[in-house]
C-alpha cells in the first residue's frame, strides 16, 4: 500500500496524462495499475466538472491505457503488477488487485459512456469476470463459504490471504457503480456475498478504540481508518443493513466524531 501522507506528491503523469507512481529508490517510477485507474475516475470527474477537453483527453487515454494493459485469460482478464509489492515482506510479480480492477471496470464503463464505443463495454465485462474467478485459480475474490466472499486488495495464488478491509468495502462500491451502468447480474451476486462476509466478520476488525487495517494485526492509518467510516456508511445507505451503520458509527466515535 501507499502511505497516504505521500500519495499525492508520488503521482507522475506519462506524455499521455496516464498516471504513474514514484516509489523513489531503485524502483523509481512505474506503472500501478490502481493508481492509474484512480487517476482516470478522477479525470473523468473533473471533465464533468469543467468540459475540459484537455482532462477528457486525459481520461480516455488512461482508458485506453487499461484496454491494452489487461492481461486476458481466456474468461476474464486482469490488470497485473510488474513490480514487487513491498508490504507483507514483499510480493514478487505479477500479481493482481481487486481494488485495481474495480476500479478499472469502471474507467471503462464511464469510458463506454462518454464515446459510445461498446470495445470499452465488452473489455469492462470481461475484466469484471476476474471477480468470478478464486483467488486461488487467478482471480481477485476468495470464496469464504456462507454464501460470503472477499475481494482481496493483494490477489496472487499461494500467497497469504490479507483481507484488507478498505480494499474490500471501497471494491464493493465500485462493483455496485458497475452494476447501475450495466444491470450485470453478476455484480449483484458479488455485492451481496461480499456485504455478507462483512455482516459476519466485521468484528474482528474492531481493536476495541480504532479499526484494523486487515486480518494480520495491522490497526488502520488515520485516512484509511476514516475511509472505513465512510465507507461502511455508504454501504449502509444502498442496503439498509443495520451492522454496517453500527461499525461505522462506533469506527466514528472512535476517532472523535461522535455518532
Not at 499521455?16 to 492509474?36: F, I
Not at 479525470?43 to 491505457?65: M, V
Not at 464503463?109 to 463495454?121: E, I, K, Q, S
Amino acid at each position: 500500500m501507499e502511505d497516504p501522507r505521500v500519495a499525492e506528491a508520488s503521482l507522475v503523469p506519462d506524455e499521455n496524462g496516464v498516471v504513474m507512481y514514484d516509489y523513489g529508490g531503485s524502483l523509481g517510477v512505474v506503472y500501478n495499475p490502481k493508481v492509474a485507474a484512480q487517476a482516470g475516475l478522477n479525470y473523468y470527474d473533473q471533465f464533468l466538472s469543467t468540459g475540459d477537453p484537455q482532462t477528457k483527453k486525459h481520461f480516455l487515454n488512461t482508458a485506453d491505457w487499461l484496454m491494452a494493459h489487461a492481461t486476458d485469460r481466456g474468461n476474464y482478464s486482469v490488470w497485473e503488477y510488474g513490480f514487487a509489492w513491498r508490504s507483507y515482506g514483499g510480493v514478487s510479480p505479477p500479481y493482481a488487485s481487486g481494488l485495481a480492477q474495480a476500479e478499472g471496470v469502471n474507467v471503462l464503463t464511464r469510458a463506454h459512456n462518454m464515446t459510445g464505443d461498446d470495445r470499452y463495454l465488452v473489455e469492462a465485462k470481461k475484466a469484471f469476470s476476474a471477480f468470478m474467478v478464486d483467488y486461488e485459480d487467478g482471480g481477485v475474490a476468495s470464496d469464504e463459504g456462507r454464501d460470503s466472499l472477499f475481494l482481496q486488495l493483494l490477489a496472487k495464488p499461494g500467497f497469504q490471504k490479507t483481507y484488507v478491509l478498505n480494499g474490500h468495502t471501497n471494491s464493493l462500491l465500485f462493483v455496485w457503480q458497475y452494476y447501475q451502468y450495466t444491470h450485470d447480474y453478476r455484480a449483484l451476486i458479488v455485492f451481496g456475498k461480499g456485504v455478507n462476509w462483512l455482516l459476519q466478520n466485521l468484528p474482528e476488525y474492531d481493536s476495541g478504540d480504532w479499526s484494523y487495517y486487515d486480518r494480520l494485526g495491522n490497526k488502520a492509518w488515520d485516512n484509511y481508518h476514516q475511509g472505513h467510516v465512510s465507507q461502511l456508511g455508504r454501504l449502509y445507505e444502498i442496503t439498509g443493513e443495520p451492522v454496517l451503520k453500527e461499525y461505522s458509527n462506533r469506527f466514528a466515535a472512535y476517532a472523535g466524531q461522535g455518532l
